[in-house]
């Protein structure tokens, strides 16, 4: 017997429009345009999602599946699980989500202009809560470190001096050079 698995995470704007989104089952294109009709039934412009409270629990069904969705700035996040993913569960990966964009991203209020503009820490932060279907890490500095590790290094800038006087500066050192 399967354990379940967490089937979809989504954001969408609050007039419908999807930001992100990440199927972690084998989904047809017609099973994916039914998951986001749920989405929408559970928390789209047409039932009130727009009116619905900061951070307020949605909570609706698919299938034999649970959705959640929590509504974030200008933006709702959305997520599908079956099985030991209950609500509680769901829930709980959502906030982890939230709480990690907007502190990676200084951006109390989220938008897509926000995740669009860091669109791969955005991929990044739901591969590290949900690796394949299965919830990871639900420890913000836990996701951090995992998401600064598979980054690629670069090297820290020199913040005091500008453009010219990091030129002159490496001109300086190149002058002094001696041969010994």
Known sequence: ????????????TRQGHVVYERFHEAFSEAEKAEVRGAFDQVAGPSSGAAAAAEDEELVGRFRNGRIVAIP???LVF???GTGEYSE??????????ISTYREAFKAPNLTDAVLFSNYAMTALVVDEVV?????????????QKAIAMRLPYEPPVEKSKGTLGS?????????????A
């Open 167 to 179: 030129l002159l500066s490496k001109k300086e050192k190149a002058s002094s050079w001696q041969p």
């Open 1 to 12: 017997m399967s354990s379940g698995r967490v089937a979809a995470v989504a954001v969408a």
């Open 78 to 80: 959305y997520a599908l």
């Open 88 to 97: 509680l569960a769901l829930a709980e990966v959502l906030r982890v989500i």
């Open 131 to 143: 690796r394949e279907g299965i919830v990871e890490l639900t420890d913000r500095l836990s996701i």
């Open 72 to 74: 974030a700035g200008e």
